[in-house]
């Protein structure tokens, strides 16, 4: 059974910092392509970063420059490194391999 937890949100003021982390089991990550969406209350969930099995990476617009996508393999675990947050990156994160998705880490991001 293919299980994500994510993990590392919280609370930061706008400016700062947080790394969220998606850690798997029953999958090999590096064989695949991991995403990470953002959920808001009441909408879509919004692509915000990817990370394919040739290390290749996507990003949203918004948040290319700010956010960085990588994979630890030993650690079966894809990280989301966050710098220069913005009230508007607030929501709660979720990563997936494009077949499960995990539960989510909350980030909120005060001015």
């Known amino acids: 059974q293919v299980q994500l937890v994510e993990s590392g949100g919280g609370l930061v003021q706008a400016g700062g910092s947080l790394r969220i982390s998606c850690a798997a089991s029953?999958?090999?990550?590096?064989?695949?392509?991991v995403g990470w969406f953002r959920q808001d209350p009441g909408k879509p969930r919004l692509f915000i970063a990817s990370i394919l099995s040739n290390g290749m990476t996507n990003y949203r617009d918004s948040v290319k420059g700010r956010f960085t996508i990588s994979r630890d393999n030993a650690k079966n675990t894809v990280y989301l490194q966050m710098n220069s947050l913005k009230p508007e990156d607030t929501g709660r994160y979720i990563c997936t391999t494009y077949i499960d998705w995990g539960q989510g880490t909350q980030v909120t991001v005060s001015l």
């Open positions: 029953g999958v090999i990550i590096s064989t695949g392509s």
